[in-house]
């Protein structure tokens, strides 16, 4: 009884430590929670991948609204993009989670499948750091690809968890080049809400959700991210993104099974 219990303790200490370490690279550097949570619970916790994604998406469900209503009030958020990209995003999702939860909830393939995600996760980093905003101008709509984005996306969130805040967010970049770095993040942000919510209630429907693991993870992810958040104003991005890219590509690598 007593061995049980002191293993729980451990477990729940674990799941409060990675929830902490997720909320503070959050906070510093904006990226969204799949690149980091994910690969900490599969990686460095050995849960398995298709809980590691669906306790993520229920985390970061929980955690999105509020940085989504900062940029809301700070009319840093273009609704008419969010709608074209829902749109595509929402269905596509679900479409992922059950997917997950009909052909890849066993074996290993759904690791390489994150672990290639994460992949490219690292490279849409470095193409972020690469790309520049030509600043705040006319930005006519473009429903067609924007709902592609969203389609994309969509998808990978479901299946992975890992794309919103990385993969996404570059693609918008593409495609409207001329709004504020803040405006496509707020937007970005606001329109994962609905994405998120689709994905996760996919993976509640046909997947493994463990509240046992949320809860822990979620009371170190919300001081971990308020305290990174405060100390982003501090620390140049330039120092902590390269060391973000490092680990989420490590982590990618070790999942397909370079080493």
Request: proline fraction near 5%.
């Amino acid at each position: 009884m007593l061995a049980a219990v002191a293993f729980d303790l451990s477990d729940n200490v674990a799941y409060v430590a990675a929830g902490l370490l997720a909320g503070l690279a959050i906070g510093l550097t904006g990226m969204g929670g799949g690149v980091v949570l994910t690969p900490i619970m599969v990686v460095g916790l050995g849960v398995p991948a298709n809980v590691a994604v669906g306790n993520d998406l229920i985390v970061s469900l929980l955690v999105k609204p509020i940085g989504a209503r900062v940029h809301g009030k700070a009319g840093t958020v273009r609704r008419d993009i969010v709608r074209c990209l829902v749109i595509g995003s929402v269905p596509a999702a679900f479409l992922g989670a059950m997917i997950v939860g009909l052909w890849l909830d066993t074996g290993d393939s759904l690791e390489v499948i994150i672990g290639i995600a994460l992949l490219v996760s690292a490279s849409m980093m470095v193409v972020r750091m690469l790309i520049r905003s030509h600043g705040e101008g006319p930005s006519p709509l473009h429903p067609i690809p924007t709902m592609a984005v969203g389609i994309v996306g969509g998808l990978l969130v479901g299946i992975t968890s890992v794309g919103s805040g990385s993969l996404m967010l570059v693609l918008l970049t593409w495609i409207y080049p001329r709004l504020a770095s803040k405006t496509l993040v707020g937007t970005d942000l606001m329109q994962a809400i609905p994405l998120v919510a689709s994905a996760a209630l996919g993976h509640l429907i046909f997947g493994d959700i463990r509240f046992s693991i949320v809860l822990p993870v979620l009371l170190g992810a919300a001081p971990g991210v308020y305290f990174g958040s405060r100390a982003s104003s501090r620390m140049p991005n330039w120092a902590l993104r390269p060391v973000l890219i490092l680990l989420v590509g490590a982590s990618g690598l070790r999942l397909v099974g370079v080493f």
